[in-house]
Each structure stands twice: as structure tokens, then as C-alpha cells.
């Protein structure tokens, strides 16, 4: 790609990934047919979870965004390391297998190499709902009491995304009530919880870190719309920030990306919500100022957005600290971004950003998901040509980007 080019036009924003990967797990739940909206199925994490299920038995559907899943006719209540190692997300069909068929052999997950990610808090709440659990040659093996899991007060030592989904999943089949105390609160979750309501599962305190779930003895088939990609729709607003042009994100959803927003307001960013649209616009003549940002559990300022604001601080004027709080390992974007000219001193969990004038384009090498986007946002501002290597990272949680960035004027191809 070829930097230097204002960002002007409209782009879609696709449904959320994170959540999406997770819904495809909830058709494990019940034997009639899930049905998704608005799922982006291009994605590599997709077609991964798709190769999983379809291992297991489950039946895959798709035409554009949209998905049909039926799990009734499952095959094996096994995950292997050969599907699962791609993809961390894979380690949430357990607590489904486990509630609805009392047994599940699920490998350890894989993922982004961004830090330890232990499964450990999954494994002890399913414990204290009566699962007997043993780790053996890198598979979790469980298995559920006779009659069933069962209901538990469970209090996770610290806020998880993840133990939190499969653990309001399990609970929708358990024996009587599971109350789920310092719970995750982003909105995947509360998205996940809703077409689980629909499924009729009976969840109580979506949003708060108190989850409340009556379990019943089925769930049905539902119709469900992904919620749209709170972290794709950060990304394009700092894109429209980097490169001083105005850009329409459509169907996007202002109020989950509450912290995002502000933080971005401060650096001189105009952000307008249009009905279901985000307007985002800076006025080229102006400088972004430099600001500071501290990843924190939702409704903190997301760790998903933490590489992509450090590449528009790189360009912004003054200097801001970016620490880094859920994560211990994601900072591997720094080596690639310096290579491009950007002032960055890392002190453990915190790095200080100083604004350089302009970048310069250089090849450089993705090391996750977020780190390639953050390149690639560097790369439309930088002098000169960008290669970025390794974009198998960026094609697991961005659909069609480079064509939705063409398509506003990037100079930007894939080889």
C-alpha cells in the first residue's frame, strides 16, 4: 500500500466476529436449527469454528451473511488439537457438550500469541457445578454428575469474556439456578444472552457483572442478528483520524464504544451518530493530539483498540502513554512500528508514544489480529510504500478490508 491518501466514503461495518463465534456454539445447546443474521462468514475464524462444528456433526449453512446451524445429529463429542489449536474461541463449545449430552473432550485452545489466556477459571466453575474434569495429554476431559450439571454460585477471581460465555451456556441446561458473580459485561455477551433468551433460556442481569440464569430442561431453535463489530468500527474511526478524511460507518453502534469515542473526541476527532450510521471526520489541517489510554474490562477502553490507537499516536502531536492491562504480551506491534519510523519506549505494561512527523513505509511482519490492522493504519499514512506480512492474522477478524478501504480511496491491493 501507498500511504499519504484521505480516507472518504461509506463503509459497512459487518457483524461482530467475537460474538459470532460464540452463537455458532449455542447451536450445540438444542437439536432444532439456529439461524444467523448478518454473521460475517468470510472470516478465517469463521471457516475454523464451521470446520469444528462440521467435525462434530453439526450441520453448516451459509449464503452471504447468513448462517443455518443444526447440532441434531452430533457425531463425537470431541474437539481435536488439529481444528482447535487455530482458534482460542474454540475452547467455548465445552461447557455446551458437556450441559446438553454430560461429556465433552475438548483440546487446549490456540489462538494469537498475545499472552497466556489460561483456561483454568472455565474449568473450575464447571467443577463447581458437579463436573468431574482431568487434563490429559493437552485435552480437557468432562464429564457432567448423572442427571446433570448443576446449579452453582460461581464468583470468577477476575472479569473473563470467555468463562463467562461458556459458563452462561452451560448454565441454561443445568439443574436450578447459577448465579454468575463478577461477570464479563461487553456487549458480546449481552448479545450472546439474547439469542439465548430467544432459544428460551432464562438469563437475568445481562450487561451488569451479575448474570442470573434458571435452568430448563430444552432450548429451541432461534433466529438471531449478530450484533455489528464494536472493535472493526473502532478501527475505522481511528482510520478516518489517521489520515484527516470523513467516513460513514454503517449500521454500526455508537453506545458500545462509549470509551473509544471519548478518547478519540480528545484528539481533536469529530464523531457524529447519524440513526444507525457513525460519522467520523478530522480536519486534515488540524494536528491529532496526543492523549493517554489504559485498557481496562468493558466498559473500559477496549484492549482490542489498544494497537490501533498507538498508531495514530505515533503521528500525533506531543506524547501519550498506552498501558496495557489485560494482556501481558501485546506490544509486538512496537518492533514493526518503530521499523517504520514511530518514537515508542516500552517500560513493562506501559509504552510512551511520541509524535513523529510522518511515517515511512517499510516491510513489516503481523504478529495477531490487531497488531496487522494497526500496520496496515500506519501503512495508508506513511511516506512512501507499505508491505505487510503475515496477513492470515488480519483476514481472521477483518472482512473484505482491503476492499472496504479502496473503496474510500486508500491506495491499497493484496498480492
Do not use: W
Not at 46 to 53: A, F, G, I, K, N
Not at 386 to 407: C, F, Q, S
Amino acid at each position: 500500500m501507498n500511504g499519504g491518501r484521505a480516507l472518504n466514503g461509506d463503509i459497512p461495518i459487518s457483524g461482530a466476529k467475537n460474538c459470532a463465534l460464540k452463537l455458532m456454539c449455542a447451536a450445540l445447546l438444542t437439536d432444532q436449527s439456529l439461524h444467523l443474521e448478518n454473521s460475517p462468514n468470510s472470516l478465517r475464524d469463521m471457516r475454523s469454528q464451521t470446520e469444528l462444528l462440521e467435525y462434530l456433526g453439526c450441520r453448516v449453512e451459509t449464503q452471504g451473511d447468513l448462517m443455518a446451524l443444526n447440532a441434531g445429529d452430533l457425531q463425537t463429542y470431541t474437539a481435536p488439537y488439529d481444528i482447535v489449536r487455530k482458534m482460542r474461541g474454540s475452547i467455548l463449545v465445552l461447557g455446551p457438550l458437556l450441559a446438553r449430552f454430560g461429556e465433552a473432550k475438548v483440546s487446549l485452545p490456540g489462538g494469537c500469541a498475545i499472552g497466556t489466556r489460561p483456561v483454568d477459571m472455565h474449568i473450575k466453575a464447571l467443577e463447581e457445578m458437579g463436573a468431574q474434569i482431568t487434563l490429559d495429554e493437552g485435552y480437557i476431559n468432562a464429564r457432567a454428575p448423572q442427571g446433570g450439571l448443576q446449579g452453582a454460585k460461581i464468583l470468577f477471581p477476575k472479569v473473563s469474556v470467555g468463562a463467562t460465555e461458556n459458563l452462561m451456556m452451560a448454565a441454561t441446561l443445568a439443574n436450578g439456578t447459577t448465579l454468575l458473580a463478577n461477570a464479563a459485561r461487553e456487549p458480546e455477551i449481552v448479545d450472546l444472552g439474547e439469542c439465548l433468551i430467544k432459544m428460551g433460556a432464562k438469563i437475568e442481569g445481562l450487561g451488569s457483572d451479575t448474570i442470573r440464569i434458571e435452568g430448563v430442561n430444552s432450548l429451541s431453535g432461534a433466529r438471531h442478528s449478530v450484533v455489528p463489530d464494536r472493535i472493526e468500527t473502532g478501527t475505522y474511526m481511528v482510520a478516518a483520524a489517521m489520515t484527516g478524511g470523513t467516513l460513514r460507518l454503517k449500521n454500526a453502534r455508537i453506545k458500545h464504544l462509549s470509551a473509544a469515542v471519548g478518547h478519540l473526541s480528545q484528539t481533536g476527532v469529530d464523531i457524529e451518530e447519524d440513526g444507525s450510521d457513525i460519522i467520523v471526520n478530522r480536519d486534515s489541517a488540524v494536528p491529532l493530539k496526543a492523549i493517554d489510554i489504559m485498557t481496562e474490562p468493558h466498559p473500559g477502553f477496549p484492549t482490542d483498540l489498544q494497537a490501533q490507537f498507538m498508531a495514530m499516536l505515533t503521528i500525533a502531536e506531543g506524547a501519550g502513554m498506552v498501558t496495557e492491562t489485560i494482556f501481558e504480551n501485546r506490544f509486538m506491534h512496537v518492533p514493526e512500528l518503530a521499523r517504520m519510523g514511530a518514537n515508542i519506549t516500552v517500560q513493562g505494561n506501559s509504552a510512551i508514544v511520541r509524535g513523529v512527523p510522518r511515517l515511512k513505509g517499510a516491510e513489516v511482519m503481523a504478529t495477531d489480529l490487531r497488531a496487522s490492522v494497526a500496520l496496515v493504519l500506519a501503512g495508508l499514512v506513511a511516506e512512501g510504500e507499505t508491505t505487510v506480512n503475515r496477513i492470515y492474522h488480519l483476514e481472521r477478524g477483518y472482512e473484505r478490508i482491503v476492499d472496504k478501504l479502496a473503496a474510500c480511496s486508500a491506495d491499497i491491493r493484496k498480492a
